[in-house]
């Protein structure tokens, strides 16, 4: 399942008929509560974008997107770079009016330039953006607009205009947003002339207020608020030599010479703060050029290329690249001394010991993989990605009872990181604990809302268990306590 989609087919394929029921479905339900229709004003926030779309719908559109996403081939599952991102996108929004909205950002492997918001929080970029970027303030211009498209809550501010144009433009608003971001906007309205002109001007409006929302976010989280101009100039540039892998970005955020100039306008009510780009955000376009592009664009070439960059950073960075996509190939040697050397550079660097420690678990040193990795959660005790590193290192060293004793430990502590029921759930299978593993691939499913799967699971696990033991007695309350929510919702 690809998510590079045609406009007329992209809804359809990238959900399919089940999911297209259920969007239809919250459509229609969205609906029947409406009142009276609305003016042709963009409506305040507050009361009556909440009526149409109330944050507990938004959150419930945006865990559905996230949960066909995960199961897209495009979605790419790298802790380090997730962690990056989050962390950035973090920052950002600390200065952002979110309401209590949790925000959660992602990646998937397509070389256009693009990203886009979904309702919920869920921001999701494609790789081609972050390669285009020329510094990290450019990308975190990105996420400072994408995140005002959440705060300012614009896809229920759209359905509270669209009341009157009922169902149809709705589904077609709701699902263009949820492949496309804001995109839904000119080409997703097809139902009428009318709708559709009225979807442009709004899409406009929204795109110039998250502009200058997300230059204020960039002033009071740090970063240049001239990046916002200075990204659409860097993307100027990029469109004349590949206009296809430009042309995803400026569809769905349309671009003029006036946005350009109220962005630079805006950044000029805040003092200039020079940001530097950081080591990681060079490590992260670096792992991207060496591991996830789609077409095959000789990524050892490039990198080697990059190496003799004046930039010292960057040139570090490219030869993590290369290390990891020499790793890739199977040149375990020749990686090892790239790695070694930049780990003497930098020690305890986590990206780069988390390189080394894939290196060796890839050449079969398990033993050595689980070395490395204890030794940097001594240092960086709270990295949620090499919890994750060290539990598959554990698992790959035969080692299920280590592995089950870490992960549940820091279960506890953090019991939302979905993923680490995932590691548990493999290690209870390793112990042949069946009952228990299907019990964790439950609360993996519970944590990203998905109920009857996480049902499915506990059923499966009350088969496996003693019938008057404890265990099962537990998962009978779960059982029923899921239920009860599930129909609740």
């Not at 080692?399 to 548990?424: D, G, H, M, S, T």
Request: proline fraction near 4%; aromatic fraction near 8%.
């Amino acid at each position: 399942m690809r998510i590079k989609l045609t406009p007329t087919n992209k809804l359809h394929d990238f959900f399919g008929k089940r999911a297209m029921a259920h969007l239809l479905a919250f459509a229609m339900m969205i609906f029947s509560a409406s009142g009276q229709p609305q003016t042709t004003d963009l409506p305040e926030l507050g009361d009556s974008a909440g009526r149409y779309l109330s944050p507990a719908q938004e959150t419930e559109i945006g865990q559905r997107f996230f949960r066909q996403l995960m199961r897209s081939r495009n979605f790419i599952e790298d802790y380090e770079l997730q962690d990056y991102l989050q962390s950035l996108g973090e920052q950002i929004g600390a200065s952002a009016d979110l309401r209590g909205m949790k925000l959660a950002f992602n990646l998937i492997l397509d070389n256009r330039v693009n990203a886009f918001a979904v309702p919920g929080g869920f921001i999701t970029f494609n790789t081609g953006l972050l390669t285009v970027t020329e510094e990290e303030s450019e990308l975190a211009s990105v996420v400072s607009h994408e995140i005002a498209h959440l705060s300012q809550r614009h896809l229920a501010r759209l359905i509270a205009k669209h009341h009157e144009d009922r169902i149809p433009a709705l589904a077609a608003i709701l699902g263009s947003i949820l492949v496309g971001g804001q995109a839904g906007l000119a080409g997703a309205t097809l139902t009428s002339a009318t709708v559709a002109s009225n979807q442009l001007t709004y899409s406009r409006a929204f795109e110039r207020e998250a502009d200058s929302i997300g230059v204020q976010l960039l002033a009071d989280s740090g970063y240049d608020p001239d990046s916002m101009a200075q990204f659409f100039r860097t993307l100027e540039a990029y469109t004349r030599h590949d206009q296809a892998g430009a042309y995803e970005f400026l569809q769905t955020h349309p671009l003029s010479l006036n946005r350009i100039a109220e962005s630079e306008a805006k950044a000029s009510e805040y003092p200039p703060r020079p940001h530097t780009s950081s080591f990681e955000y060079h490590l992260a376009k670096a792992k991207i050029r060496a591991l996830y592009r789609e077409r095959n664009d000789h990524p050892e070439i490039f990198l080697e290329d990059q190496i003799q960059s004046e930039q010292e950073e960057k040139s570090d960075a490219a030869r993590y690249g290369l290390a990891v996509y020499l790793t890739r190939s199977r040149n375990f040697s020749r990686a090892r001394r790239i790695l070694d050397s930049l780990a003497s550079k930098y020690p305890g660097h986590p990206w780069i010991g988390v390189a080394q420690a894939e290196n060796e678990l890839s050449d079969d040193q398990a033993g050595t993989a689980v070395s490395i990795l204890e030794g940097l959660l001594e240092n960086h005790p709270s990295l949620p990605y090499l919890h994750y590193h060290l539990a598959n290192a554990y698992l790959a060293n035969h080692q299920p009872e280590q592995a089950k004793k870490f992960v549940r430990y820091q279960i506890r502590r953090n019991p939302q990181r979905f993923r680490l029921y995932a590691f548990l759930s493999r290690a209870n299978a390793d112990l042949k604990n069946l009952a228990e593993a299907h019990q964790a691939k439950a609360e993996y499913h519970t944590v990203l809302g998905n109920y009857p799967k996480a049902i499915e699971s506990l059923e499966l696990a009350l088969r496996e268990a003693e019938p008057q033991g404890y265990l099962a007695q537990s998962l009978t309350a779960r059982i029923a306590e899921l239920k009860s929510g599930y129909q609740l919702n």
